[in-house]
């Protein structure tokens, strides 16, 4: 149901336009927590947005922020029970609380600013930026190999 001012077709267009924004991003982050299983994740997280995109709309929370948490929830789920992914990606679910692991993939292994990270997860920059200075306080050695961003040429997955 749209919300009052807002037409059906504005409503999509804007699902649209965020979905477009947003999505290989989103797989790209997937593809590092659980390999081949991210196409699936990711197109359940944007099917249950769909549905509730007119009430996200309407309440207080961002919508990348709603979208994130939802997205982790998705990965989460479509990663268990399946093999982990070669590298020391889900070492750091298990090290980390999730948002200062989000907040590492994203700036350290995918390569993004701080601000972009902050955009794709929903959350101010200063946010982002304390969530990566408490992982790299808490993080254990043997995972330390994490916090160096990747070359040039391997950022682009």
């Known amino acids: 149901m749209a919300q009052p001012g807002w037409s059906t077709d504005a409503l999509a267009q804007g699902y649209t336009g965020f979905r477009q924004l947003y999505r290989e991003h989103y797989l790209r982050y997937a593809r590092l927590r659980i390999g081949d299983r991210a196409v699936g994740a990711v197109g359940a997280a944007f099917g249950h947005l769909a549905c509730r995109w007119p009430t996200i709309l309407g309440s207080a929370t961002r919508p990348a ?32 609380p ?6 590492v993939l994203l700036h350290y292994r995918l390569g993004m600013t701080l601000i972009e990270a902050a955009d794709l997860m929903g959350i101010d920059p200063s946010a982002l930026a304390a ?13 330390s190999s994490v916090l160096r961003l990747p070359e040039a040429g391997s950022m682009r997955g």
């Open 65 to 96: 922020a709603y979208s994130w948490r939802l997205l982790g929830r998705c990965v989460t789920a479509a990663g268990q029970g399946g093999p982990g992914t070669a590298d020391s990606a889900g070492e750091l679910y298990g090290a980390l």
């Open 98 to 103: 999730a948002e200062q692991a989000d907040a």
């Open 131 to 143: 969530h990566l200075l408490m992982a790299e306080r808490c993080l254990p050695q043997s995972l």
